[in-house]
C-alpha cells in the first residue's frame, strides 16, 4: 500500500489526517497516565512524545476541554 493510500484510508475512517491521529492518540495515552496520578505533567508531556510542554497543554486543553492540570486533579473517578 503506498503513503498516499494509506493516508486517504485513514483519513476515510477516523476523519482525521496522520498527523491528527497520530497525535489524538499520544493524548489519550497522556489522559491516561495523568489519571494514574504518578507523574507530573511534565514527565507525562515527554512520555507520550511531546518536547514542548505549551503546545502539550494547547492541544490537550483543545481535545478534552480542561488543561493537564485540571485533568489530573479531576482524578480517575470523574473522567472527561
Known amino acids: 500500500m503506498s503513503r498516499t493510500q494509506l493516508y486517504r484510508k485513514l483519513k476515510a475512517i477516523t476523519g482525521q489526517s496522520a498527523n491528527e491521529f497520530i497525535r489524538t492518540m499520544r493524548l489519550k495515552r497522556a489522559a491516561q497516565l495523568l489519571e494514574q496520578q504518578q507523574l507530573t505533567v511534565a514527565e507525562v508531556t515527554y ?34
Open 47 to 80: 512520555e507520550v512524545g511531546f518536547t514542548d510542554l505549551q503546545h502539550f497543554r494547547e492541544c490537550f486543553k483543545k481535545l478534552f476541554g480542561v488543561t493537564p492540570s485540571e485533568y489530573a486533579q479531576r482524578g480517575p473517578e470523574n473522567p472527561a
